[in-house]
Structure formats: C-alpha cells, structure tokens
C-alpha cells in the first residue's frame, strides 16, 4: 500500500521560512514527485516537482524562493520555502507519479497518489 505522509506545515510570518517533507512508502518505480498547493477558494495548483536524477520543475510564482530537494535513501522529498508570502497560504500536497513526467510539466495530470496534505498559514 502507498503512502505518502507530509510534514513540516504551520504558520509563518510574511518573510519567514518553512520547509516541509513528504515521506513516501510501499511505492515502487517512482518517478516524478511533486508538491501542489491549494489556497483558499482557489484551485490546486503544481508549485514544484522533481524527477529521480534531480531534475526539478517550478512554477513562476515560487521560483527563487523555493527549493525542492530529495533524499532516494529516506524515500523523502522535502520543499524548503523561503521569503514567505500571504498568498502561499494553502494546503500543500506531496503528489507521486510512476509516469514519466517532463519537469516543466505541473499540471496534476500523471500524478496517481497523494498524500493528505498540509496547512500553511502566512501572515503579513
């Protein structure tokens, strides 16, 4: 059974750094991971993905301020946000896929499991 568990959501302060982390088990041929973000009375949105020799994606809104980085050993892919915003506010979802996926690819499309998500709550 897959399973992915993110961690690491919370409250900041505009300015302010969070980093969360997405631990994955039971999943094999894993290829593109991917962080998506659902704020208030919007749609998900991709924020970032990364394929299994690093190859990373982002979306124009967080390029810059946010990393995604992975760790094969500890099946963990981890997002670092830095210089927060208030409309970085959302729910974050670490999304796995066993497709080949273009990192410049951030639609949802390919994605076949998702974890349950995490609250982020920036404020000015």
């Known amino acids: 059974q897959v399973q992915l568990v993110e961690s690491g959501g919370g409250s900041a302060q505009s300015g302010g750094t969070l980093t969360l982390s997405c631990a994955a088990s039971g999943l094999s041929n894993r290829q593109r991971m991917g962080w998506f973000r659902q704020g208030p009375g919007s749609e998900r949105e991709g924020v970032a993905n990364?394929?299994?020799?690093?190859?990373?994606g982002y979306a124009d809104s967080v390029k810059g301020r946010f990393t995604i980085s992975q760790d094969n050993a500890k099946n963990t892919v981890y997002l670092q946000m830095n210089s927060l915003k208030p409309e970085d506010t959302g729910i974050y979802y670490c999304a796995a896929s066993t497709l080949w996926l273009p990192g410049s690819r951030l639609g949802a499309s390919g994605y076949t499991y998702w974890g349950q998500g995490t609250q982020v709550s920036v404020s000015s």
């Open positions: 990364i394929g299994p020799t690093g190859v990373t």
